[in-house]
């Protein structure tokens, strides 16, 4: 197996990796909130307060990472959200959890979005033939945890 391939079949590795623990993390957030006491105008204003930072601070997502170097960016992403997964449950006021959803979230969507660029990097010739691939299992992890939400609720 050449390297480009070697590199592809990792990233994809921790890609799906990085996935299920993305979906896990959203599926619990909610039940961890309700436990804590948190109403459901303050579980809005957390998820309202992260997606509007992810959504102006991806706009530099990309020149930051031209700058810096795609691999170290992935890394640091990577690294930062498991740091803040682990620190959420840790936080039980509104304003920590907001801080640290926005911060982890931040973090993802960043690591996400260097995920294509990789491909495309680790299989010049083929990238075509694996990019839907990529793009499946990175939906498909995440999304699989919400399917289950329906039956561990009931």
Not at 73 to 90: G, R, V
Request: proline share 3%; hydrophobic share 45%; glycine share 8%.
């Amino acid at each position: 197996m050449n390297i480009e391939k070697r590199n592809f079949w990792t990233l994809l590795f921790v890609s799906s990796l990085f996935g299920i623990a993305i979906g896990l993390y959203d599926f619990a957030l909610p039940y961890y909130m309700k436990d804590k006491g948190i109403s459901y105008q303050g579980m809005g204003f957390v998820f309202a307060i992260s997606f509007f930072f992810v959504f102006f601070v991806q706009i530099w997502s990309a020149r930051i990472s031209d700058i810096s170097g795609r691999k170290p960016f992935y890394s640091l992403a990577l690294l930062f959200s498991s740091i803040f997964n682990f620190l959420t449950p840790l936080s039980a006021k509104l304003s920590l959890l907001t801080l640290i959803k926005t911060l982890r979230d931040r973090s993802c969507h960043s690591g996400h979005n260097q995920f294509g660029r990789f491909i495309r990097e680790c299989l010049k010739e083929q990238v075509s033939l694996h990019y839907g691939e990529d793009g499946g299992i990175k939906l498909l992890f995440p999304r699989n945890w919400y399917c289950c939400s329906g039956h561990i609720d009931a």
